[in-house]
């Protein structure tokens, strides 16, 4: 059964692969002292300027490790209600970095000053958390992707209020591939001071990679993430993954079919009566509401998920492996359950 649950639910990228066994043909220093994580560290420099990079198994541990560079246990995390950090991740954030988070409604998964603002309140009460991180994701959890302007604006708030800003990137490629700039221009040169590289959601078989820009932030980041569990002993086989992420811009083209996938499946379900596309299609998802009887009998056929209980909103997710095929033969059997049921 193919999916458009999510694109974790993807396989490997075959270079992905190939660069997992090229790691595998003899023995490396353990703990990231080795030529793979010297490499990658090489080609994320050529990419971002100055970053230190480290490593971890999946996003929560990404966010963790980022979160607890910049936070002090009093202080807490602004973030959109539908972050992933807090819907989706247990209260991990919550409770590794021992901040809490300030969560804000959003009618796009974005946040802006102006949304921010009455939270700023708090700095100097000493019976109210400190807000000291806001923390985004690009492409959000509804799909939406930051401009280039609304992350200078953001940053340039976060910066002037005495604010970190934290990027969660699980899919900054897809983001990046929709706005068409480079990645340097749409998270350090905005003024992001630390933020995730998504893999797993793009083609690597495990893990992720924090980048962090922000001098202030890099002197701890080692010992977070050896407290966290998040050294990896044989890092050599996440950091080669990166290699060939990296090289020849492979995320790029990954990213770009997926988007693109994304958007062809927005134009052939839209034209089906009854169906209606509820979000901005900016990355590789596509929100939807169809009739309700078409549900079940489409999920029985390719897996997805409802994103919204109450008013029945699904979410479909293309990967770097959606097929042309898939999505037409997928608008093709959703065609045919609606008029069923007409």
Known sequence: MKSFASDNYSGIHPEILDAIQHANTQHEISYGDDFYTAKALELFENLFGNVKVLYTFNGTGANIVSLKCCTLPFQSVICAETAHINSDECGAPTQNIGSSLLTLPTPDGKLTPELIKPLLTRIGNVHNTQPKVISISQSTEL????????????????????????????????????????????????????????????????????????????????????????????????????????????????????????????????????????????????????????????????????????????????????????????????????????
């Open 143 to 342: 799909g939406t992707v930051y401009s280039i302007d609304e992350l200078n604006t953001l940053c340039r708030f976060a910066h002037e209020n005495g604010l970190y800003v934290h990027l969660d990137g699980a899919r900054i490629s897809n983001a990046v591939a929709s706005l068409d700039v480079s990645l340097k221009k749409t998270t350090v040169d905005c003024g992001v001071d630390i933020m995730s590289f998504g893999g797993t959601k793009n083609g690597l078989m495990i893990g992720e990679a924090v980048l962090i820009f922000n001098d202030k932030l890099k002197e701890n980041a080692p010992y977070f993430q050896k407290q966290t569990a998040q050294l990896f002993s044989k890092n050599r086989f996440i950091a080669a993954q990166f290699i060939a992420l990296l090289t020849n811009d492979l995320w790029k083209r990954m990213a770009l079919h997926s988007n693109r996938m994304a958007q062809l499946l927005a134009t052939e379900v839209g034209k089906i009566p009854g169906v209606k596309v509820t979000r901005s299609v900016d990355a590789n998802a596509v929100f939807a509401i169809i009739p309700t009887h078409a549900i079940e009998a489409l999920q029985n056929k390719y897996r997805f998920y409802v994103w919204d209980e109450q008013t029945k909103e699904l979410r479909w997710m293309c990967s770097f492996d959606t097929t042309e095929a898939e999505v037409m033969d997928f608008a093709a059997t959703l065609r045919q359950l609606v008029e069923k049921g007409q």
